[in-house]
Every structure is written in C-alpha cells, then in structure tokens.
C-alpha cells in the first residue's frame, strides 16, 4: 500500500513539475512574441515617414530604361577569379546544380555574386508567368508538403530534406513566405529554393511572405547579411530580388478546397480582386498608396524638405566624382524541356536609395511628388489592403473582425470570418504560417484554420519546435514536428526551459529600461508623496499604459522588480540592473534613452542614407538624419545635444562616425547576469 501511495506523490511531483516548466514555457513564448509584435508596429507606424526619407532620396538609374543586362553580361562584367572554390553553375540548372549548391552551403561555401544575379535573373522570368494565386492538384502527387516560415535557418529546411525528402516531381512543395530575416542563412535559402524552382517549376511553389519586403529587410538582418556576403555587389542583388519579392504568387489553392496564405484573411478579403490585380506594383507593403497616407502638414513638410535638401548637398559635397555605369540589354533563351520564358521585364529605371545600382548623383525631389517602382501611382488603396491582410493577418478565437492593433497591420479574423469565406468560395480548410507557435503548428477556428511555422528555435535555442505539413488527397493535415539541436541536446529539460525563460526576461528588461524615463512619469502618478513605492495593481496598471504589450504582468511581476516590507512594489529596482554597454557622461539621460528606444529605426534611416553601406557617415549627415527623425516624432531634443553627441562618439576625430559602433555603443547590457539564475 505505501508503494502505492509513493508512487501517486510521485505522479503528483512530476504532473506538477511539467505544469511548472510549461508555464515557464508559454509565458517566455508570449515575451518573446509580444515584443516582435511591438516592433513591426512600430515599423509599420513609421511607414509614412520612410516613404517620405525614399522619396527624398530616390536615386535615377544612369542605365537607358529600355536596358536589362542579360545573363551574358553578368559574365562579361562580373568576373568569377581562379581562386573561387565554391559551386559553379551553368544555366539552364539540373538536379545535380541543386544538389551541389546543398552540399556546398553544408559545407558553409558561398555561391558567387555573378551566380547569384543569374539565378535571380532566371527566377524572375518564371515566377513572371505564374499567376498570382497558384492552383494545383494532389491528383498528380500522393502528398504535397507545406512548409512555413524558415527565417533564414538553413538548418531547418535541411532537416526537412533530410526527413522528407528533396523536391521533385513525386515529392511536391509548397513554401509559404518569409523564407528570410532573422536568421543567419537567408540568402542560402532563397538560392536553394530558387533553384529547385527553375528545375521544377511545377512541382516546387512558393507564397509571398511579409518579410518578402525589401523595408522589412532594413529592419530585421536580410539587407546587412547579403552587404556583408557580397560587398562588390550586394546592392545589385539587392535591387534584383526587390522586382523578385514582387512576381512571388500571393496564394495558393490545392484541390479547389484548401487556401494556403502567409497571413490570414479579413472579412473584405476578395480571392477573385486578388487573382487579377498586377501583383508586381506592390514592391512593399510598408509603402501604402498616396492616399491612404496621413497628411503631412505645410510647416512639417517646409522642415522635412529642407533638412532633405541639405542632407542631399552633404552627400553630393562628400561623394566624389560621378560614377557611370554601362548600358545593357538582356537576351536569355531557355531549354526545349523547360517551360519557355517570355522576355523579361527591364529592371526598374529608378531604385531605392539602399540598394541601388551605380548612380550618377542623389536627386532631392519635392515631397510626395516623385514616381518611383515602389509607389506606382497605378497601385489603388483596395490592392494594397487586400495584400496587406493576406500577408499580416492573424486568426482569433473572438468572432468578428478588427484591427490588428499588436502587429500594428492586418486584422484579427474569428471563426465566422473564416467560414463565410470558406463557403463563399467553396472551401474546406485555410493554411497559413506567419505565427511562431511552440510545437511548430496550431489548429483553430474547429479545424478549419492551420499555422504551420517551420523554424525551430525561433526565438532562442529551445523555445519551439518547427513543423511542416503532409496533404493527402483526403486533404486531411499530417504534422511531422523536429527540432535543431546543438548546444541543447545534453541539457536537462529545466536547464533547457531556464535559458529561454532567462533570455525572455533578458529582452523583456532591456525594453523596459528603453522606456525608463516614460515608466518613472507613469509610477510617480501614483506616487504623489515620492515614497519610491506603489501598490502591486498601480505598478501593472502603469507598464500597461506605456509599454502596451499583451503580458501577463501581474505573473511577471516577481521576476522584474522588487518588494517592499509592507507588499508595496519599488518601482525604481525595474532600472537596478541596467547600464548602458559604453556610457558617456557629457550625453544627457533623455537622449541616452531616446537613443536606446529607437536605435533600430535609426539603423534603418542611416541605411537610407549611407548609400555604399560603409558604415560610416559624416557628423554633418548623422546630425541631420537625426533631425530629420525628430521632426517627425517630435521628439523635445535640441540641436546643441544632437551635435555634443555626434562630436562624442568620433572616437577617433576624422569627422565621421561609424555608425555600427555607435550603435553598439548605445546597446542596453545586464550588470548582473546570474540574478534570476537560481
């Protein structure tokens, strides 16, 4: 009987242990989460503002509009040394190009810059004849795999080979966007699934993503991956793939019966609008049509435009000569037993100031009145809303439909917005991936709604597992589930469970003290005698209203600040252990923290400007990029701090500043690591 008993405490023990970790687990998950949501918010609130910055320096292209380099030039211009012992392709590819370009990324080789432009080359021309929601059928396959989002883990999607096999005719595969950003590996990923592309284009399929966006690149790593890769070349490659993000189908039916998207939908969604509109117009979600932009108003606009001009005359004093690039014109031919191509499409006569071919100068245009590839003035308002909630939406257990106010774009739909449109076109199943979830997919909406989320590991080593999706022709889902596994594999599960738990707190402590100055305003209004402590409710209700993330707090609460005698919380210890990583004492506190707060979208403002991504930018250009930031935020910063700032971290006083240290320098680190280790 005692054995018994034992063996039921135990039972209990252990029931309750993993209940423990679980928790642990999940609420991790929902720090992790809430913050990525907060900052494409954030990206998506400054979209106006970037539109503004790239209308104000749009480069023209030298090139003759009628040009498009051929597969010939890139040869006769780019030249692949002796030396080069990575893979070497010839087009039209084979399945033998495909599987050395796999052993060659195993072996962490890099495919050169003038295979890469050819394969883009090539890429563009077949995803040019795709319509832009691809139909197919499992008539032809026993099962047809569905993969999600793979952010640039090249690990992940060399599992899934691994486990299921390669694509091929009998082997079909449908990825559903965001293959880059955030990981290591993105540009490897497009080229291998590029690759396969052009060798099956009718058995491997590929769905736009939110992150196939050339200004969600700026933000989230793509852009500086491929300039640190292929610095000769990186903002040709760059300028190519932004036309390619373009021609990438936005949808795919299977059987007449499953949707496959990258977001969701929305009770405007129209399959039919989306099936003919031209879907290369929209280069970028993140730059909303003329009119569905806020109005900016005169004295703002007089202010913007002039800080433009004199940035613009900085650039054109610093810049040198002109620089000349060479005309071209593009002839390419496919095989007999390949899809024919049609002849593609000339590149875009004007670019983006970040990725742009050779320029002959920087041309300040007059707010709002330039025409570029990327604000086609033929793109109307409904286009740009029907992608924008087919690529940004999310599912809820709520029915209706409302604004997603966490992304910041898109909508949250309910159960009902899904079945009205599933019986409106005569569906049975929607499939979409976009959410991170922690067992690698998620059923919903009584199994009419699937995420599937293909890259393990998203957040830190352990915090989820990846997925991917069989169909059969029953069109009933199978889930095969890994994970990647280095560093963890030999760990205990609550060791596991720790480290992510620790780097949740970590990120979720860092971006408390970046809104240091608005949280003690926020406690102090509760602390009318400046005692240094408030009620545990007051403390939740004031993070609430100025971080605005969807947070447990009340739970949370026990890890981030500490108790007073009497259960009343001092706020102050939320900043006890926080420092700046290289502090410096002539920079006042506010601009220490205003730099802290928004230092990414500072990256990507200098991204804009520094067009040969040097890293480096003169103190004249950083004090009016700066200004230029603030007179759209309206941040209370004077120009005497800006200018003592800039003149402090030219380290090395040669009048410029590398902009890369000068963001590590303002980089928020942890005094005391091992606090909540135990």
Known sequence: MSAIKAAVLIQRWYRSYMARMELKRQYALSIFQSIEYAEEQAQ??????????????????????????????????????TSYY???????????????????????????????????????????????????????????????????????LLLIFYKNGLPSEENPYIFNGD????????????VILFAFLLVYPNHLHLNRGNHE?????????????????????????????????????????IDSKVLIVHGGISDTTDLKFLNLFQRNKLKSVLRPPKSNTETIND????????????????????????????EA???????????????????????????????????????????????????????????????????????????????????????DVTARLLKRYNLKMLIRSHECKQEGYEISHNGKVVTIFSASNYYEEGSNRGAYIKLNPDLIPRFVQYQVRKSTCKQTLHQRVTTIELSALKCLREKIYTHKLELIAAFRQYDR???????????????????????????????????????????????????????????????????????????????????????????????????????????????????SLARCIDFNKDGSIDFNEFLEAFHVVHKFEDRYSS
């Open 86 to 156: 990575g893979p070497r392709l010839c087009f039209p590819l084979t399945v033998a190009d495909t599987h050395v370009l796999l052993q060659a990324f195993k072996d962490h080789q890099q495919l050169h810059a003038r295979y890469v432009l050819q394969l883009l080359h090539e890429t563009r021309k077949v995803l040019q004849q795709m319509p832009n929601i691809t139909h197919l059928s499992t008539s032809y396959a026993k099962e047809i795999t569905i993969c999600g989002d793979l952010h640039g883990k090249l690990d992940d």
């Open 329 to 415: 014109t593009w002839s390419s031919s496919a095989s007999g037993d390949r899809r024919q191509y049609s002849k593609g499409q000339h590149l875009d006569n004007l670019c983006d100031r970040t990725t742009s071919h050779p320029v002959q100068e920087v041309q300040c245009c007059r707010p709002y009145s330039v025409t570029t590839p990327y604000t086609s003035p033929e793109l109307t308002t409904k286009e740009w809303k029907q992608v924008i909630d087919i690529l940004w939406s999310d599912p809820k257990h709520q029915n209706g439909c409302t604004p997603n106010k966490y992304r910041g774009g898109g909508c949250y739909f309910g159960p």
């Open 213 to 253: 966006d050339y200004l969600m690149n700026l933000r989230y790593g793509f852009t500086k991956e491929v300039m640190k890769k292929y610095q000769c070349h990186g903002k040709t490659i760059l300028h190519l793939l932004q036309d390619v993000y373009s021609w990438l189908p936005l949808a795919t039916i």
């Open 529 to 643: 005698n400046c005692t240094g402590k408030i009620s545990p409710s007051e403390w939740v209700s004031a993070v609430e209203s100025v971080l605005q993330l969807d947070l447990p707090w009340r739970t949370l609460r026990s890890r981030l600040v500490y108790l007073a005698q009497d259960g009343n919380v001092q706020y102050l210890s939320s900043f006890d252990d926080f420092e700046i990583k290289l502090p410096i004492k002539e920079v006042q506190p506010s601009l220490v923290e205003t730099l802290c707060k928004y230092k990414t979208d500072l990256e990507i403002i200098f991204n804009i400007i520094d067009r040969d991504h040097s890293g480096l930018i003169s103190i004249d250009e950083f004090h009016q990029a700066w200004k230029l930031f603030n007179l759209h935020l309206k941040i209370d910063l004077n120009d005497e701090s800006i200018d």
């Open 44 to 81: 998506l609130q400054l979209s106006n503002f970037f539109t503004f910055m790239l209308d104000n320096f749009t480069q023209a292209n030298e090139s003759n509009p009628g040009s498009d380099p051929a597969m010939t030039e890139y040869e006769r211009t780019i030249e692949v040394p």
């Open 179 to 190: 293959f880059v950003d955030r990981g290591e590996n993105s540009i490897e990923i497009l």
């Open 299 to 326: 004295s703002q606009r007089t202010s913007l435009t002039g800080a433009c001009s004199h940035l613009v005359e900085v650039k054109k004093g610093s810049s040198g000569s002109h620089i000349s690039s060479k």
